[in-house]
């Protein structure tokens, strides 16, 4: 069964530093997600994007977010200076269309720590 | 803002025991979906419903989408301990911007052997 891939798994960064997270979705998905969940918290979403732009994005998902799809397969979430609070795991779950709930298939996640 | 109300927060039930979680909501959804996750790994699909009333099993799992849209249920029958793990409901709303998930607070699952 077809999997989004994730890397790093782990990753750990000093504070104000930039740190970019790696996906690959599944290979027809068309539209690409962002979600965070802070440890023993709720699971909430980021931004969307679908034919190479952000269709929605959360307040959270401020300036100090990107996200790019650089070469058709990779899509990443680039956090210019990090903060302690955004410690969390992220996940990038895509999907084939809209109302393909079942194409919504989460990885396994980055889990970012911000010392 | 949309917001999901889950129930009960946490759970500690002996093996073969039936479990009862809900979801209820402040505004209408056109999709349900309940998760589960591992520790360390990412929501993983157990029930996706559709339409109003909608009742779905999946094995000893049973999941129901409300007759308001608000809220949903999710039962598990005879509970093993491979059930343990946190149990997320997620709801969907209209196209457009209301597209993206709004999740649950999870209910944390613990069964006894």
């Known amino acids: ?115 | 803002g949309q917001q999901l109300n889950q129930s009960p927060q946490s759970m500690f039930i002996q093996e073969g025991e039936d479990v009862s979680m809900n979801c209820t909501s402040s505004s209408i959804f056109n999709t349900w979906l309940w998760y589960k996750q591992d520790p360390g790994e990412g929501p993983v699909l157990l029930i996706a419903l559709y339409k109003a009333g909608e009742l779905t099993s999946n094995g000893r799992l049973t999941a129901q989408f409300g007759i308001t849209r608000k809220d949903s249920f999710l039962n598990i029958s005879a509970s093993i301990p491979s059930d343990v793990g946190i149990y997320f409901c997620a709801g969907r709303g209209e196209a457009g911007n209301n597209r993206k998930l709004i999740w649950g607070l999870g209910t944390s699952l613990a069964v006894n052997p």
């Open chain 1, 1 to 115: 069964e077809p999997e989004v891939t994730q890397t790093p798994s782990h990753q750990v960064t000093q504070m104000g530093q930039e740190v970019i997270l790696r996906c690959v979705p599944i290979s027809n998905h068309l539209y690409f997600y962002w979600y965070r969940q802070i440890l023993g918290q709720k699971v909430e979403f980021l931004v969307s994007f679908y034919n190479n732009e952000i269709s929605e994005k959360s307040e959270i998902f401020d300036d100090q977010f990107s996200v790019e799809r650089p070469d058709g397969s990779n899509f990443t979430l680039k956090i210019r200076s990090t903060k302690l609070e955004d410690s969390a795991m992220y996940f990038c779950p895509s999907a084939v269309e809209e109302g393909e709930v079942y194409g919504y298939t989460f990885g396994s996640g980055t889990r970012l720590t911000v010392v």
